[in-house]
């Protein structure tokens, strides 16, 4: 026989000692006693890897922007959590620079391999407000190791573009410098490795349309456990989808995405429908 303990940590302490630190996120997981039998990963135990937790530093009146822990870095969350940190300093108004370092454990990635490391420096731009038009952008410099090993060196962008909260754009993209014979390259030089699309228009609080267009160059590599979680939508299919989401009474939400794959791999394209209902909190 065997004990088997578990533990959920939340946390949101702001304006630690009267300062502008504040440590946020949550966390769980099982403990199991030395005299225990081998455990088996489930899925509970994947998707407790996808928690976040972080100590910040956020002043309004200072330039300077910190993070430590599981995060995701603020500018660029389509590269996903990081374990590790980030630094970025307010050089105008509209415009900041920074730089990040860590270890990338989110089995929900779509290039996820365990025992990698990532370092980057990034440049974004801010200007506009979410009551009337609001645009972010943000460009950066990436590379990643796997134990140490060099792997890949990329650019990434992300932007957002939102017109009264009524109609929304938001774009991702990843694009590689292959290096001939760098695992199992064939080729070298630039390549668009990843291109994620979503228009959003919304005339009502509870009515909403989505349009997606998705581009994997390779297939993801993101943990399998979790294809049935609802965590993993983004990335289940490759070409363009549409989907409507209503706010029904008794705080009941249905919606439904369809869309038809376009995979490299396929000889025919493959129709992609999601139905689902949820309790809104």
Do not use: C
Request: net charge positive; proline share 4%; aromatic share 14%.
């Amino acid at each position: 026989d065997s004990v088997q303990n578990g533990v959920a940590i939340h946390v949101d302490a702001t304006r630690i000692g009267g300062k502008f630190w504040n440590f946020t996120g949550f966390w769980r997981g099982r403990f199991t006693p030395n005299n225990g039998a081998p455990q088996i990963v489930t899925l509970n135990d994947v998707v407790n890897r996808t928690y976040t937790l972080g100590l910040y530093y956020n002043n309004p009146a200072s330039p300077n922007s910190i993070g430590v822990g599981r995060l995701y870095l603020p500018w660029a969350s389509s590269l996903g959590t990081i374990d590790g940190g980030y630094f970025a300093r307010r050089i105008s108004k509209a415009f900041r620079v920074g730089a990040f370092a860590g270890s990338t454990p989110d089995p929900t990635a779509w290039d996820y391999k365990p025992n990698r490391q990532i370092a980057g420096a990034f440049v974004t731009y801010e200007a506009g407000h979410f009551e009337t038009v609001k645009f972010t952008s943000t460009e950066g410099i990436a590379v990643t190791r796997v134990n140490w090993k060099a792997e890949r060196q990329y650019a990434f962008t992300e932007n957002m573009f939102s017109w009264r909260q009524v109609f929304t754009v938001f774009h991702n993209l990843q694009a590689d410098e292959l290096v001939a014979g760098r695992l199992g390259n064939t080729q070298s030089g630039p390549v668009l490795s990843r291109s994620f699309l979503t228009a959003r228009f919304q005339p009502r609080k509870w009515l909403s349309f989505d349009l997606n267009h998705n581009y994997f160059r390779t297939i993801p590599t993101f943990d399998l456990v979790l294809a049935g979680t609802g965590l993993l939508d983004n990335l289940l299919f490759q070409g363009l989808s549409a989907g409507v989401r209503i706010d029904l009474p008794y705080r009941l939400t249905t919606y439904t995405n369809i869309g038809r794959s376009n995979l490299s791999t396929d000889r025919s394209r493959t129709l992609n429908q999601l139905y689902g209902i949820s309790m809104r909190n």
